[in-house]
């Protein structure tokens, strides 16, 4: 069962003022949930007390995102519950959709990323305990140095970022794990045909010029088939 636990994380408890708004919806729609907001001091000392066979891997990592990225797997793992990214807008609460989601008997819920049935890690539901998990922490112990051929983005996806979760959700056959509807948790165009959940507004907080420059033009893909396939709907029901 997926527990009434939200998670997110930034460097201190000060959140940006161009995210507060998105902070504040999870809040808001989920009065009765436990909120937790990660800082990178709470961060480390939570790896120190319960997974110190971690820390090597973590303290090796240059840059604080991939350090943050690493965290997600361990929140999920040890307590269950919401990951969300700090720029994911929630429009309404969760909890008829987590109850359809617990009776189906999905223990695990992923983003998917922008082109694709592949898994991401900016919004992610599980039960706690999930040996998935598992996988994807010892994905990120096996990938955590950086080869030379690997540009920057390349390294901190595949090592602890969404590759890494799709890299391990990819590798075999999960029973009870699901990717999400980019139509109700990341509408390209709103609908109102769809429930949508939520949006994520992809601030893209650890990029530079060239890879937000690449994601954003792999976004405009994403919206054009988004668009042929709901005109493509239309027509046929139109037709029919």
Same mark, same amino acid.
């Given at each position: 069962?997926?527990?009434?636990?939200?998670?997110?994380?930034?460097?201190?408890?000060? *959140?940006?003022?161009?995210?507060?708004?998105?902070?504040?919806?999870?809040?808001?729609?989920?009065?009765?949930?436990?909120?937790?907001?990660?800082?990178?001091?709470?961060?480390?000392?939570?790896?120190?007390?319960?997974?110190?066979?971690?820390?090597?891997?973590?303290?090796?990592?240059?840059?604080?995102?991939?350090?943050?990225?690493?965290?997600?797997?361990?929140?999920?793992?040890?307590?269950?519950?919401?990951?969300?990214? =700090?720029?994911?807008?929630?429009?309404?609460? =969760?909890?008829?959709?987590?109850?359809? #989601?617990?009776?189906?008997?999905?223990?695990?819920?992923?983003?998917?990323?922008?082109?694709?049935?592949?898994?991401?890690?900016? =919004?992610?539901?599980?039960?706690?305990?999930?040996?998935?998990? =598992?996988?994807?922490?010892?994905?990120?112990?096996?990938?955590?140095?950086?080869?030379?051929?690997?540009?920057?983005?390349?390294?901190?996806?595949?090592?602890?970022?969404?590759?890494?979760?799709?890299?391990?959700?990819?590798?075999? *056959?999960?029973?009870?794990?699901?990717?999400?509807?980019?139509?109700?948790?990341?509408?390209?165009?709103?609908?109102?045909? #769809?429930?949508?959940?939520?949006?994520?507004?992809?601030?893209?907080?650890?990029?530079?010029?060239?890879?937000?420059? *690449?994601?954003?033009?792999?976004?405009?893909?994403?919206? *054009?088939?988004?668009?042929?396939?709901?005109?493509?709907?239309?027509?046929?029901?139109?037709?029919?």
């Amino acid at each position: 069962m997926i527990p009434a636990i939200i998670h997110q994380s930034w460097k201190t408890k000060e *959140v940006p003022p161009q995210w507060r708004d998105y902070q504040i919806s999870w809040v808001q729609n989920h009065p009765h949930y436990e909120y937790k907001l990660w800082t990178d001091e709470q961060n480390r000392a939570f790896l120190e007390q319960h997974y110190p066979w971690f820390l090597d891997t973590y303290d090796g990592y240059s840059e604080n995102i991939t350090k943050a990225d690493s965290m997600r797997p361990f929140y999920l793992y040890h307590f269950g519950g919401i990951y969300a990214d =700090l720029d994911y807008e929630t429009y309404q609460n =969760l909890d008829s959709f987590i109850h359809d #989601q617990n009776n189906k008997g999905n223990k695990v819920l992923l983003a998917r990323q922008m082109v694709g049935d592949r898994a991401s890690n900016y =919004l992610m539901m599980s039960e706690a305990g999930h040996p998935f998990w =598992l996988k994807v922490i010892q994905h990120m112990q096996e990938h955590s140095e950086r080869n030379w051929w690997q540009t920057r983005m390349m390294y901190m996806w595949k090592s602890a970022g969404p590759n890494a979760v799709n890299t391990v959700y990819a590798s075999q *056959v999960w029973p009870n794990i699901e990717l999400l509807e980019d139509e109700q948790f990341n509408p390209s165009y709103p609908s109102t045909d #769809q429930v949508m959940y939520g949006k994520h507004h992809e601030a893209q907080s650890w990029g530079n010029a060239d890879s937000n420059r *690449v994601l954003n033009v792999i976004s405009a893909i994403r919206g *054009v088939a988004n668009y042929s396939s709901s005109a493509e709907s239309e027509d046929s029901s139109g037709s029919s």
